[in-house]
């Protein structure tokens, strides 16, 4: 037997049920979660997590590799970012493509891990061809941890990156406590779809808002009404005792300084200036999803990446629809990294079945 990879086996089980249209309702053939509802479930993607805790240290380093490499683009909504490399990702320049986006802990400090995710990929040779060798493209955000939990002055470095990038792998996404996520509010969460027409988004999420992913009026998390067949496993109604004093769903205090960032990638092939603009519809699922949200001290940022082999243009609506399934996508991470963290199921037994 020959091996098919996953999009096309995906491809497949969507003719399947295309072919039972008449007795399938239109939402069930509109999208479902992808085999591991991770964002590894789009072809070319892989993860991999360095997380440091003991020892003075809680944080750590989330990289998402592209294999040869991706359409990359950028969106930033936050009033304090801390970012690397983001200028490149505008349309219009030499460079459209990016090998590997870091997420990490540790502020602005916490951007040396992309030197080890550089050195990493040049090592293999995967880079933008100059003369003499590759250069690395690899954007990166941070978070702010610096001091919670663990010492201000152990934080990410190169050896970070390059750790994480190591450890990538195409297997589902860890969630919880883990990567970036290690000293953020609420950790880490990844989600995936697949739409019907055998298209794959993924999206994942380190989780640090100054705001709350969490309705004070229920205690529910806003974004329980993206849920895709189960997934959350949540009762649907307000939470025993609910107070709004409850809802942020962490015990950790507030820090003078957040952040949320997070990556969504598809295997549809787009242009740059079309990654571009899921990354800005995509910022909406952050929107809908914690509130408030882009404040002063977050420095909320969202990568697109499209690892998509070029092919002629997708139409104005499968575009749109694609766009929409990021920004839901991002919304159903942030919910999966509240409930991985813990302390939410923990304060709402009632909600967490």
């Known amino acids: 037997m020959i091996p098919l990879p996953r999009s096309t086996l995906t491809r497949f089980a969507w003719s399947a049920l295309a072919g039972s249209a008449a007795v399938l309702p239109a939402a069930a053939l509109a999208q479902l979660p992808g085999p591991s509802n991770t964002i590894t479930d789009v072809a070319g993607i892989e993860v991999g997590h360095e997380t440091r805790v003991g020892g003075g240290y809680l944080t750590g380093t989330t990289v998402v590799l592209t294999g040869p490499g991706a359409t990359a683009a950028v969106d930033v909504q936050g009033g304090a970012p801390g970012t690397r490399e983001t200028d490149l990702l505008a349309p219009g320049g030499l460079v459209t493509q990016a090998h590997a986006v870091v997420l990490s802990g540790g502020s602005a400090f916490g951007l040396e891990a992309a030197t080890g995710v550089m050195r990493w990929l040049e090592e293999r040779g995967r880079g933008f061809p100059v003369g003499g060798g590759v250069v690395p493209i690899v954007p990166a955000a941070i978070l702010f941890d610096l001091g919670r939990g663990g010492d201000f002055a152990k934080r990410p470095d190169a050896d970070f990156g390059y750790a994480a990038a190591g450890a990538a792998t195409a297997d589902p996404v860890v969630m919880g406590r883990v990567g970036a996520g290690t000293g953020a509010r609420l950790g880490l969460g990844s989600a995936s779809v697949v739409l019907a027409n055998g298209f ?59 952040t949320t960032i997070a990556v969504v990638a598809t295997d549809a092939p787009l242009t740059q200036t079309q990654a571009q603009r899921m990354a800005k519809v995509s910022n909406s699922g952050l929107a809908r999803s914690i509130r408030p949200v882009h404040n002063l001290r977050d420095g909320d ?53």
């Open 200 to 258: 794959t988004v993924g999206a994942i999420v380190a989780l640090n808002p100054a705001g709350s992913p969490v309705d004070p009026r229920s205690c529910l998390p806003y974004g329980a009404f993206l849920e895709l067949d189960g997934e959350f496993g949540l009762a649907e109604r307000v939470a025993e005792g609910c107070e709004p004093s409850e809802a942020a769903g962490a015990d950790v205090p507030e820090a003078p300084f957040n």
């Open 301 to 353: 940022a969202v990568f697109a990446l499209s690892t998509g082999a070029a092919a002629p243009s997708l139409e104005v609506g499968e575009l749109q629809a694609l766009y929409a399934a990021a920004a839901d996508a991002l919304g159903r991470a942030i919910v999966h990294a509240l409930l991985a963290e813990g302390a939410y199921c923990q304060r709402h037994p009632s909600i967490c079945r």
